[in-house]
Every structure is written in structure tokens, then in C-alpha cells.
């Protein structure tokens, strides 16, 4: 969990904004999505459970109207005087008896089961009856041992159903005789499938049902349950409504329990159809807000990614704002204060650069004001004149070169010079140089003369040379020390090149050399000037291998103006 929150964490603003409007799209969706789902399953549940309710309804009623029609038959056939007198008949000779069971009780007992088929056979049972006539007819005596038989019952009419290799129906009464001098039974005899047959009629694909007697035993069932729905015995029924959707209606005479019932997941199978059904809506829904949450928050982190991008752009040293908004939420505030932020920030660096600017202009001014430019060359031309008046002339040379060098120096106190005046500078300081170490190095010069009138700052060369000199050339052990000067242009560039073949430097110390501060006016000035002006695209390049030489270039870049090459400066 901490490792999601951390990758959430440093999530872009964007994606944190999409997953939680997608979040908060999505869940009250699937909330209300599931409540009505669960609504439906519940009213389709409800309306399934009624049709079932009606269905078994209808069944028993129709049973219980056939159960009426037998009792009201047996009441009738209970009450018949026929077959009193038959019973009470006295015995004159057994065909007399013979004609009267035949004449008589039998009529009336096969007569109902033309009309009612499901009638199988109707029995009177009298105890002064010794021998069976046929199905009609037969002895108490036989029937006595018989579970149903009514013995005392409160209820008159006995309903009882005989399973096994036979299931059938039983429908039992005592014969009435006001006198009690009658002791009789009448049985009819039913068809066990006829009479649940409107029961029978209602079961669908996966329903099932029992009925129970007023004693809880099971007198019928209609299983057709598949297995893979069996939980175990389902003889009760608390047993049927724990494991399945059921409905009860007892039936009102007899007190026969029908239970009609079926797995839940079948009343659910149209429910979970209808959730299919729905499910592409689901989907399009899901679909559409993310849709909606990716282009809310493409919009509204817009102005934010752009002010991110404005930033990084700033680190770089691009230090133009280019966001821009109206708008006063917190974004439009914030991007109005990074503007107002940075139009402060670049005041202040041209403010810095100018000073510093400045700063370098007084250190050369009070440089230069050091020297008494007159006095100088006074005392320079008298030292030439008494050295040519001694014949001594690599004295008067030494101090022509001298006065060549600090007149081009000095430059009348300007701090820009042409081409020329800086390669007389460098000349003449190579000259004392080349004296001071007895021509122990040999200087190579390559300089395009168109140049000559291009304007560039003072003194950039004479710092190259003397570092080439004192760090490589004086240090290195070589019979043969060459150092060259190239002054060369192309289009866009003006480049001076400072080389020797003195030992060389590694990496590092070639980079440290234009953030060394020498003592006088060295090489980390002239990179600082060059900066100044010309930017920092354009700071001194060091190129260094060791045990072969240094190379270390200026480049200032030129621009035309009314068809003359002009020096380009940074504003």
C-alpha cells in the first residue's frame, strides 16, 4: 500500500487529477448501479414469487373443488336409504341377497365411476356382511387393521394416500344410521395422479413440489430438481424454505400442506439476464468518464504543464516568459506572479550585468591612470637615444618594443581596439619575450590582414601568449618550442588562436584555466570580457593533450551593417 501511495505520489498532476476523477466518477456509478440492480432483483423476485403463489393457488383450488365433489360424494352415498335398507336386509336365501347387491348396491357404487374417471373402485364395508360381492361389497372385518381406518375422528370424511408399488387415494367415512344398528365404512378408491394432476400441470423446468398430510407425512412429490441443485432431504417445510424460494397454501378441507418451490438462483437467472443486458451501458458509462476525466484534466492542467515547461526553460538560462493567462483562478494567479517574479529577476541580472560591466571599465580606467602615459614615453625615448648614442641596440629594441607595447596598451584609455593595434601589441610583447629567454622558442604567425580594421576588446592575446609561455613552454623540456598565433575569420567569426608544444595539461586543469585568478591581467579577465559581451555561447575554449601541446581559442562573432562586417555585441 505505502509503495502505491508513493508511486501516486509522484504521479504527473494530470494523472493524479484523471485517476481521481475517475475515482469519483466511477464508484457513485457502480453504487447506484448496484442499489437498482439489487432493486430489481428484489422486485422481479417479488413478482416471481407472486406468480408462483397464484399458480399454486389455482392448482389447489382446483384439487380442493375435486376433493369437494368426493366428499359430497360419499355424503350422499352415506345417507342413501338403498343402501341402508340393503344393510339391514334379513337373510332369506343368498340369491335373494345375490339380487339384491346387484339390483341395488352395485348401481349405485360402479354408477360415479362412469362420471369420474378417477374414481377407481367405491367399497361399502359392513359388519353384516360375511362375504365380498365383487369390489362393492366386503366384510368390516377386513379393513379394521387399516391405518385409515376412521375410527374416532373428529372428521367424518377421512383422507388418506397409500404409497408404495400402488400410490393411491383413499377417501373414507363410517356409513350413517341414526339408530346405530348399522356398523359401516365407505371407501372411494382414487386415482393418486388424476387427483395432483393440477398440481403436476404447474411445474416448470427446475420447480418442484411436496405436499404433506395434517400429520407432516409426504403423500406427493413432483421433484424435478436437477442434482446439481440437491442440498439434502427436503421432507419439511422448514427444510424447502431454507434452501429454496418456496410458497405454501394449505388446502382447506382435508388439511393437505402444498409446497411449491424452486432454486433461488432460477428466479435470479432473469435477473442476472437483465445485469448482462445492462452491462454494455455499464461500460459506455465507465467509458465515457474516463473519456470526461482524461479532457477535464488535459484542461485543466494545461496552463500548469505550460508554466512547468516555462520553468525547466529558465534553468536552462532561456529566461523569457512565455505562459501566458487571464484567468483568476489559482493558476491564472500563480502565472501572473511567476511573470511579475521574472520580469523583477531579469531586471535585477541586467542590473548586475551592467554593473559589472561598469566595474570592469573602472578597474582598466584606474589600471591605466597607474601610468603616466607622457612620462612613460618620455623616459622610453631617452633610454632609446642613449642606447643608440652607446651603440647598444638590443637595448634601443627592447625599448621600442616596449613603448610599442604599452602605447597599444593603453589605447588612449579605450576600451575597444582594431585588429591591427592588437597584433602590434603582441608583437612587440613577443619581442621582449623572445629577448628575455634568449630565443629559446620559435613564434609562428598566421593573420589575414582583412581583419585588421575589425573592432575587438583590448588585450585579449597578450594573457593567451604569456600563459602559453609560462606554463608551457618554459616547463617543457623540448629542443624544438613552437609557439603559433592564428588570427583567421570565416562568414560569421572572427577567431585568435593561441598554441604551443610544451607539455600540455589534463582535462581538469585545462577547465580550471579560465577560472584561474592570476596576479595580473590573465586569462580568466579575458573570458569574463568575452562573456560580457558576446555571451556565454561564445567563453574562451581550452583544447589540452598531454606531452603534445595547448590549444586555446577566442571566437567573436561579426555582423554586417549597410555592407561592412561589424562586430556583434550582446545587448
Not at 254 to 277: G, H, V
Not at 329 to 340: A, Q
Not at 393 to 411: D, F, G, H, P
Request: net charge neutral; aromatic share 10%; charged share 25%.
Amino acid at each position: 500500500m505505502k509503495k502505491l501511495l508513493y508511486r501516486f505520489h509522484n504521479f504527473k498532476y494530470r494523472y493524479k487529477l484523471m485517476i481521481l476523477i475517475l475515482i469519483a466518477g466511477i464508484i457513485p456509478t457502480l453504487i447506484v448501479t448496484c442499489y437498482m440492480q439489487m432493486g430489481m432483483m428484489n422486485t422481479l423476485k417479488e413478482r416471481e414469487m407472486e406468480n408462483m403463489q397464484e399458480s399454486l393457488k389455482q392448482a389447489v383450488d382446483a384439487i380442493d373443488d375435486q376433493a369437494q365433489i368426493y366428499e359430497n360424494l360419499i355424503d350422499y352415498l352415506s345417507y342413501s336409504g338403498d343402501l341402508r335398507k340393503v344393510l339391514k336386509m334379513e337373510r332369506a336365501s343368498d340369491f335373494n341377497t345375490y339380487l339384491k347387491y346387484t339390483q341395488v348396491a352395485d348401481p349405485l357404487l360402479n354408477m360415479p365411476q362412469v362420471y369420474h374417471k378417477e374414481i377407481k373402485g367405491i367399497t361399502l364395508y359392513a359388519d353384516n356382511i360375511q362375504v365380498a360381492h365383487g369390489s362393492t361389497l366386503a366384510p368390516l372385518s377386513e379393513i379394521q387393521g387399516e391405518s385409515w381406518y376412521p375410527r374416532n375422528n373428529r372428521s367424518l370424511i377421512r383422507w388418506y394416500v397409500q404409497t408404495g408399488s400402488q400410490n393411491k387415494v383413499i377417501v373414507a367415512r363410517k356409513f350413517y344410521d341414526g339408530s346405530s344398528e348399522i356398523n359401516a365404512v365407505l371407501k372411494i378408491t382414487l386415482d393418486y395422479n388424476k387427483l395432483f394432476e393440477p398440481f403436476e400441470k404447474i411445474m416448470e423446468s427446475d420447480f418442484a413440489g411436496i405436499v404433506w398430510d395434517e400429520n407432516g407425512n409426504v403423500v406427493y412429490s413432483c421433484n424435478k430438481i436437477p442434482a446439481k441443485y440437491e442440498t439434502g432431504k427436503v421432507d419439511t417445510i422448514s427444510e424447502v424454505q431454507k434452501s429454496f424460494s418456496s410458497v405454501t397454501k394449505e388446502m382447506e378441507g382435508n388439511q393437505w400442506k402444498f409446497c411449491y418451490f424452486c432454486p433461488t438462483d432460477t428466479i435470479m437467472e432473469s435477473a442476472r439476464y437483465l445485469m448482462l443486458k445492462n452491462l454494455p451501458l455499464l461500460t459506455a458509462c465507465i467509458l465515457l468518464i474516463g473519456i470526461l476525466s482524461y479532457f477535464f484534466s488535459r484542461r485543466l492542467v494545461c496552463k500548469l504543464e505550460q508554466l512547468t515547461e516555462n520553468m525547466n526553460q529558465i534553468h536552462s538560462g532561456i529566461r523569457e516568459v512565455t505562459v501566458q493567462s487571464d484567468s483568476k483562478d489559482e493558476i491564472g494567479v500563480l502565472i501572473r506572479t511567476f511573470r511579475r517574479m521574472m520580469d523583477e529577476i531579469n531586471k535585477l541580472i541586467s542590473e548586475v550585468y551592467e554593473a559589472k560591466i561598469v566595474l570592469q571599465r573602472t578597474e582598466m580606467r584606474a589600471l591605466q591612470a597607474q601610468i603616466n602615459p607622457h612620462f612613460l614615453y618620455n623616459s622610453l625615448s631617452i633610454i632609446n637615444w642613449k642606447a643608440i648614442e652607446a651603440d647598444e641596440q638590443e637595448i634601443s629594441k627592447v625599448t621600442l618594443a616596449l613603448s610599442t607595447y604599452y602605447r597599444t596598451s593603453l589605447n588612449r584609455g579605450e576600451t575597444m581596439t582594431t585588429v591591427v593595434s592588437e597584433m602590434e601589441n603582441i608583437r612587440a610583447y613577443l619581442k621582449i619575450q623572445l629577448i628575455m629567454h634568449d630565443n629559446s622558442f620559435r613564434v609562428e604567425e598566421v593573420y589575414d590582414n582583412t581583419m585588421g580594421s575589425c573592432e575587438i576588446p583590448k588585450l585579449i592575446l597578450q594573457p593567451l601568449v604569456e600563459n602559453a609561455i609560462d606554463h608551457g613552454l618554459d616547463v617543457s623540456e623540448k629542443i624544438e618550442k613552437v609557439l603559433r598565433i592564428k588570427v583567421v575569420q570565416d562568414e560569421l567569426f572572427l577567431y585568435f588562436m593561441v598554441e604551443d608544444n610544451g607539455n600540455g595539461m589534463t582535462e581538469e586543469k585545462s577547465r580550471q584555466i579560465v577560472t584561474y585568478q592570476s596576479k595580473g591581467y590573465g586569462v580568466r579577465n579575458v573570458n569574463e570580457r568575452i562573456v560580457l559581451l558576446y555571451g556565454e555561447e561564445n567563453k574562451i575554449r581550452v583544447e589540452s593533450k598531454e606531452g603534445e601541446g595547448t590549444r586555446v581559442c577566442i571566437r567573436i562573432p561579426k555582423k554586417k551593417e549597410n555592407g561592412h562586417e561589424k562586430l556583434e555585441t550582446k545587448n
